[in-house]
């Protein structure tokens, strides 16, 4: 495990992903895993571990198997897990992925919490059974209340957690030069910075 990017969903994981990959970080483990190698059922159970206990930050044997073959982890389930991943992973960077509060409230709202929203209500799929785990346990199935609170809750464990990390607070729109700087990479020449949103073509179709 090289890189640890612990920004919660909706912060620019995806298009930072897709860079560590270019940069030749990869395979990372994000959320579209999740589905192509059958463990949300093992995320459930994690999640309601995790929040159900103390919180021990000894990471459970099933979080890493799940990761034992990946260069980077980023995105939702696994970025909830920070002080879990920390002592896995002792020697790996880490990178929180920011934005403006405002602005990740608003997409958090036109996406995950939309789906959420408007599910099929008695949708069984290990997916939507892991979706509405990370929902009650992370912000109490009210996002309106608590969605800000928790994203700043996040972002100060991540800050204090990983102080005495090779450690980077990044925002995608930034580019490739502190990315490339704090990796220690040289810029990719004349490819530009991805931007992948995995939700745009449910915000078309669910926004118009």
Not at 158 to 167: G, L, S
Request: aromatic share 10%.
């Amino acid at each position: 495990m090289q890189v640890l990017i612990l920004g919660l969903p909706r912060t620019g994981t995806q298009s930072l992903a897709d860079a560590l990959a270019i940069l030749g970080i990869s395979p990372i483990y994000h959320m579209r895993e999740v589905g192509k190698n059958n463990h949300a059922d093992l995320w459930t159970a994690l999640i309601y571990e995790k929040f159900s206990t103390d919180g021990s930050p000894q990471p459970p044997s099933d979080l890493l198997t799940i990761l034992s073959n990946y260069k980077g982890v980023s995105d939702y389930p696994a970025a909830i897990f920070v002080d879990e991943l920390l002592a896995a992973f002792p020697e790996a960077a880490v990178i929180l992925t920011v934005r403006p509060e405002d602005a990740w409230a608003k997409s958090m709202k036109d996406t995950i919490v939309h789906y959420l929203d408007h599910r099929v209500i008695d949708e069984t799929t290990p997916m939507a059974v892991m979706a509405r785990t990370y929902s009650k346990c992370c912000w109490g199935n009210d996002f309106e209340k608590n969605g800000l609170d928790l994203f700043r809750r996040h972002n100060e464990q991540v800050r204090i957690a990983a102080k005495d990390r090779k450690f980077l607070e990044y925002a995608v729109g930034d580019g490739w030069e502190p990315l490339c700087a704090f990796l220690k990479a040289p810029v990719p020449e004349n490819i530009p910075f991805p931007r992948k949103d995995d939700w745009l073509e449910y915000k078309e179709r669910t926004h118009k």
